[in-house]
């Protein structure tokens, strides 16, 4: 079973930035469909972006140009940059996995198969 972790969540000013981190705690790799999602309260939890196991991209219009995924294979990391950051980015922000094709990156949260129990973003204006 895997479980993964997410860290550098916090609290910023619009226009700052945070780096989220995420990696699986035991035996795990994040060698798979990787995305991150968030879910603000009373608000259904919503993809953010996704990353397919060749590094392919996908990200949701209200994040594009702001937000970076990315993954370390060596360091066993999947990462989010969030740039330019405003109140309506917050939320709690969780990380998923899935095992899935070459060349797929995974939008819809119930093909994730793996979670993590999130870290909270606020934005503060």
């Known amino acids: 079973h895997v479980q993964l972790v997410e860290s550098g969540g916090g609290s910023v000013t619009a226009g700052g930035s945070l780096r989220l981190s995420c990696s699986p705690s035991?035996?795990?790799?994040?060698?798979?469909?990787m995305g991150w999602f968030r879910q603000a309260p009373g608000k259904e939890r919503v993809g953010v972006a996704g990353?397919?196991?060749?590094?392919?991209?996908k990200y949701a219009n209200s994040v594009k140009g702001r937000f970076i995924i990315s993954r370390d294979n060596v360091k066993n990391t999947l990462y989010l940059e969030m740039n330019s950051l405003k109140p309506e980015d917050t939320a709690m922000y969780y990380c998923?996995?899935?095992?899935?094709?070459?060349?797929?990156?995974?939008?819809?949260?119930?093909?994730?198969?793996?979670w993590g129990r999130g870290t909270q973003v606020t934005v503060s204006p």
């Open positions: 998923a996995a899935a095992v899935c094709a070459v060349g797929r990156v995974i939008a819809a949260a119930d093909e994730y198969h793996y």
């Open positions: 035991g035996y795990g790799h994040i060698t798979k469909c």
């Open positions: 990353i397919g196991t060749d590094g392919t991209t």
